[in-house]
């Protein structure tokens, strides 16, 4: 990568993380946070979710840049991994700018062939769970075009639909909170890439179902 480039994605992690210690702040109780509270609560701003999904966009577009054969340092990649996982939680912590962000600016994210990027695949096939078997998205509606969103969601489930016999019964060694397989189980031991297929191919159903663009509705066709 150009220096120029570099300086960007340091500036664009930097400023995730600082947004993040934000919020994890803006989280704590009045109780525990006292006289400081007053001064804390002028520094946030009250749109910072919208930076936040600002920076998590830029950082994937630059590593969607990515060209064949160059090289990125680890810790970049290390620290971008975790920028994903923090940005496509679901359920008690989800951001839906943030969310939507993500999917928006990572749609060629899985053809770039960085090293360790199956690690976030489960993180997106739960982030594609909630978004592509919704019809209207009300809860994303007033952050981005539900048609683009959909169609960028499709554009990754595509792209992680042949993981499954690509790797098949490869065994991933990496568990992130027990979340590369559905199973509640909690148990510890390494799981297949095969586990993955019927969680995909019901996504895959799901959006055929609810899908009212055409394009869209051909690009799932297509992969049927």
């Not at 993380?17 to 609560?41: H, P, Y």
């Not at 078997?133 to 009300?138: G, Q, Y």
């Not at 683009?148 to 060694?173: A, D, M, Y």
Request: proline share 4%.
């Amino acid at each position: 990568m150009s220096n120029q480039t570099l300086s960007s994605l340091s500036a664009a992690i930097a400023t995730q993380a600082t947004v993040e210690l934000r919020r994890k702040g803006s989280q704590m109780s009045t109780d525990t946070m006292g006289s400081s509270s007053i001064n804390d609560a002028n520094e946030i701003p009250e749109n910072y979710e919208a930076g936040r999904a600002e920076a998590c966009g830029t950082l994937c577009r630059i590593f969607c840049s990515k060209k064949t054969g160059e090289e990125i340092l680890s810790a970049y990649l290390s620290r971008f991994y975790m920028v994903l996982v923090q940005g496509l939680q679901i359920g008690e912590f989800i951001c839906h700018p943030v969310l939507a962000s993500i999917i928006l600016n990572s749609a060629p994210l899985f053809c770039c062939d960085l090293k360790g990027i199956n690690v976030v695949v489960p993180y997106f096939i739960s982030a594609l769970e909630i978004i592509l078997p919704d019809r209207e998205l009300s809860k994303f509606k007033s952050y981005v075009n539900p048609t683009e969103l959909r169609r960028s969601s499709i554009h990754i489930l595509l792209s992680l639909l042949p993981l499954p016999h690509h790797f098949g019964t490869v065994k991933s060694e990496v568990l992130l909170e027990g979340k590369f397989s559905n199973d509640d189980s909690g148990s510890d031991k390494p799981v297949t890439f095969l586990s993955l297929k019927l969680r995909l191919v019901n996504i895959l159903i799901g959006a055929l179902q609810t899908e009212t663009d055409p394009n869209n509705t051909q690009m799932i066709l297509g992969e049927l």
